[in-house]
C-alpha cells in the first residue's frame, strides 16, 4: 500500500547548521508528495509540495526535490534558526490523490 | 470562516463515555478529512468526506468510532465508550475539491481527547 518513512528523531542542531530530514515513499502510481511543518502549539501548515518527477518546491528556504529514480523527497535547508524548530512531517497522495498518507514525524531543535 | 475550526480544543472523559468532536471547515471546502495524532506516532487517516458522503472511512478503528458531515459543511466525529487507547489528538483538515495533489489540506489545531 501507499505508504511515507522519514528519518527518525528527534533532530538537535545548532544555529545556521545544514538540515537534511530524510523521507521516502512507496513507488505506487504517480504521488504528488509534500511537506507540512507543525510549530510548537499550533496546527500543521503546508511547507513546500512537488506534484511530478524532478520537480522542486521550496518555501521559506527550505527545498525539497522529487527524485522518481530513489523515491525519495528529502527536505534540507542551507542556515536553520531558532525559529524552524517544531515537528516535519512528509506526506504523500494516495493512489487516487483523494487523500493523504504521512510519515510519522520528525521533530527538529534549533539551539542558539 | 477564515481557517478550520475544531472543538473543544481540549477534552477529557471518563472510560467508557462517549465524546464528540466537532469541525467546522473553511466555508466552500468540499472535502473534509479527520486524522489522529498519538504521542509519538504519525498522522493516521481516519476518515474522509466529500460533501456529505463518505467514500473512504477505512481509516476508522473500530465499529465505536463514527463520523457524519451535515449541509456539506460541520462534521462531528464521535467515539462511543472510550477506552484509553482512544486518547490522543483528533485533527481535521479541508480542501477545496478534495484534489490532495493541487491544493493540499487546511488543518485545524486540533482536539486533544484524554481518556481517563
Known amino acids: 500500500g501507499d505508504s511515507v518513512t522519514q528519518m527518525e528523531g528527534p533532530v538537535t542542531l545548532s544555529e545556521e547548521a545544514f538540515l537534511t530530514i530524510n523521507c521516502t515513499y512507496t513507488a505506487t502510481g504517480y504521488p504528488s508528495l509534500f511537506w507540512y511543518v507543525q510549530y510548537p502549539g499550533e496546527g500543521l501548515q503546508l511547507l513546500l509540495k512537488a506534484t511530478k518527477a524532478d520537480d522542486k518546491g521550496s518555501n521559506k528556504g527550505f527545498e525539497a526535490t522529487y527524485r522518481k529514480e530513489t523515491t525519495s523527497f528529502h527536505l534540507e535547508k542551507g542556515s536553520v534558526q531558532v525559529s524552524d524548530s517544531a515537528v516535519y512531517f512528509c506526506a504523500r497522495s494516495n493512489q487516487g490523490a483523494q487523500k493523504l498518507v504521512f510519515g510519522q514525524g520528525t521533530r527538529l531543535t534549533i539551539n542558539p | 470562516g477564515a481557517g478550520v475550526s475544531q472543538s473543544p480544543s481540549n477534552k477529557v472523559t471518563e472510560k467508557g463515555k462517549d465524546v464528540e468532536l466537532r469541525c467546522d471547515p473553511i466555508?466552500?471546502?468540499?472535502?473534509l478529512y479527520w486524522y489522529r495524532q498519538s504521542l509519538g506516532q504519525g498522522l493516521e487517516f481516519l476518515i474522509y468526506?466529500?460533501?456529505?458522503?463518505?467514500?473512504?472511512k477505512s481509516g476508522l478503528p473500530s465499529d465505536r468510532f463514527s463520523a457524519e458531515r451535515t449541509g456539506g459543511s460541520v462534521s462531528t466525529l464521535t467515539i462511543q465508550r472510550t477506552q484509553q487507547e482512544d486518547s490522543a489528538v483528533y485533527l481535521c483538515?479541508?480542501?477545496?475539491?478534495?484534489?490532495?495533489?493541487?491544493?493540499?489540506?487546511?488543518f485545524g489545531s486540533g482536539t486533544r481527547l484524554t481518556v481517563v
Open positions: 468526506f466529500q460533501g456529505n458522503s463518505a467514500p473512504d
Open positions: 466555508s466552500g471546502h468540499t472535502a
Open positions: 483538515a479541508s480542501s477545496l475539491t478534495g484534489g490532495a495533489d493541487n491544493y493540499g489540506y487546511t
